[in-house]
């Protein structure tokens, strides 16, 4: 009988490896060797919501009577947001799967992967609700060429990985130190989007809505910035944290630094180049400009150098926050508004704890 829907050779229950180890048998929740992934996904699992909480009804007349300036920030911000949204709701979850062995990580990412499918849905809902010819914006988004070129080398990773995740699956390369070391390198690269490319383009976003213009958009980016920051990033940064424990990842690590550092420039360099673009033919942006976005991405950028072990001489990292205003944006309780002012956005589910049990009451009721 095949392993590969259900292993009942599996021996590994009290120590399974995150990655590559032996193949999945039951869902084992009574060993728990990686408690931080399960909080992560404890925690993904507690900030569920859906698309269409926020009306973005408003952001119709907010795109017509915007300066083009403005307009053209936006929506090459969303350009590209929506489109790492919707490689990541595809690339996650299926193209890691073959090498999961940890039931921690697979429920924590499948559990993000379904959380990227609402992201890249919430901007499809935002185009649809603020244009009156949404086909019309769709494909002006599709033609922002420059925000195709910022995901060129995480794609790159991603495609990699994907190749061997289904020749993996089908046999057709071993359990070898070559394999992993594609699944890290993708870690990696999922690690730069999630912690230094998804922040860099927030900040944009939150800087036009700190104008007062496009709240409902804000709101519900700022869902999406807090399941980036709190959770896909945090989980991303604690597996690379926990592999770099094994000899694998050590090996991987050493093998695999220099494509790493390559990387890393390469995903830096490429936003620096975008906010270049962002920033010429004319745009300016209140509050905000071309040398305080490329401090805040270099800000972003120093926490995967740090989780890394890894030092450069090519960049000037800032000690402190460049943009204090992006602090309240990442604290939804620091920008909550009554419900009776818009849309609320602070909010956890599932997270009641009961503190009787155990407890016999003997209250007569009657």
């Not at 009988?1 to 590994?12: A, I, L, P």
């Amino acid at each position: 009988m095949t392993d590969n829907v259900f292993n009942y050779d599996k021996t590994d229950y009290e120590k399974p490896k995150l990655f590559m180890g032996e193949k999945q048998g039951l869902f084992d929740t009574i060993n728990k060797h990686y408690p931080k992934v399960w909080e992560i996904y404890k925690t993904q699992k507690s900030l569920d919501w859906d698309e269409n909480e926020f009306d973005y009804t408003s952001c119709n007349a907010d795109f017509k009577k915007a300066d083009r300036s403005t307009y053209d920030m936006m929506i090459k911000t969303l350009a590209w947001q929506w489109e790492a949204d919707s490689v990541a709701s595809r690339n996650i979850a299926p193209v890691l799967a073959p090498f999961i062995t940890s039931s921690e990580l697979w429920a924590a990412w499948q559990r993000i992967s379904d959380n990227e499918v609402i992201h890249a849905a919430t901007y499809s809902e935002i185009v649809r609700n603020s244009f009156d010819d949404p086909s019309v914006i769709l494909d002006e988004i599709l033609r922002v060429e420059e925000a195709h070129a910022r995901l060129s080398r995480v794609i790159k990773a991603f495609d990699e990985a994907f190749t061997a995740s289904h020749e993996y699956a089908l046999g057709q390369i071993p359990n070898n130190q070559d394999t992993y070391n594609k699944v890290f390198m993708m870690v990696v690269a999922l690690y730069c989007m999630e912690r230094i490319q998804f922040l860099a383009s927030f900040a944009v976003t939150f800087a036009i809505c700190d104008t007062g213009m496009f709240q409902p958009i804000g709101k519900a980016i700022q869902k999406i910035a807090q399941d980036e920051l709190e959770v896909h990033a945090e989980l991303d940064k604690v597996v690379l944290q926990l592999e770099m424990q094994t000899e694998r990842g050590r090996t991987a690590f050493e093998q695999c630094r220099e494509d790493i550092e390559a990387m890393i420039e390469e995903v830096i360099d490429s936003e620096i180049t975008w906010i270049e673009y962002l920033f010429s033919e004319g745009r300016e942006l209140v509050g905000m400009n071309a040398d305080r976005l490329a401090a805040w991405t270099l800000y972003c950028a120093k926490d995967v150098y740090n989780t890394l072990g890894l030092s450069t001489d090519k960049y000037n990292f800032p000690q402190e926050n460049p943009l204090r205003f992006m602090e309240k944006w990442l604290n939804i309780s620091k920008t909550q508004a009554s419900p009776q002012e818009q849309d609320i956005a602070a909010y956890k589910v599932g997270v009641l704890q009961r503190t009787d049990e155990g407890v016999i009451f003997d209250d007569d009721f009657f």
